[in-house]
């Protein structure tokens, strides 16, 4: 039996029915931010996770055709799903908040030279 409902794949008839959807997806996600961080053993702070989950859905905020949303909206309830009955490995989950993370960058003129910033 599965944790969560079976995905149905449906077509929003417009945008304001696609904006629906999306938030009712973004607030499933934040809801269960509790369960993720036990499931997965996370250290880190809750608002991390939130405020990442927060970038994912800003990254495609702007997006205007209805039949582009309902593609998103089918993978952002697809990762939900693995993610929410741990078909995910720890290190699938992490991946999400390592590839934002960059070194800083040095100022020092020989770090910058060996570079090819100088």
């Known amino acids: 039996m599965p944790l969560v409902q079976p995905l149905v794949t449906r077509t ?5 029915e696609a904006r629906t959807r999306a ?4 607030r499933l996600w934040q809801k269960n931010v509790p369960h993720f961080m036990i499931s997965y053993h996370l250290c880190l702070p809750q608002s991390v996770v939130r405020s990442k989950i927060r970038d994912e859905f800003e990254k495609n905020r702007f997006v205007s055709d209805p039949r ?3 593609v998103l909206l089918f993978k952002g309830r697809i990762e939900y799903e693995e993610t929410y009955n ?3 490995q720890y290190s699938h989950v992490l991946r999400y908040f390592d590839a934002n993370e960059k070194e800083p960058q040095s100022d020092k003129f020989m770090d910058k030279f060996i570079e090819g910033r100088a």
């Open 12 to 16: 929003s008839s417009s945008m304001a």
């Open 23 to 26: 938030i009712h997806l973004y």
């Open 68 to 70: 582009s949303i309902d």
């Open 86 to 88: 741990v078909w995910k």
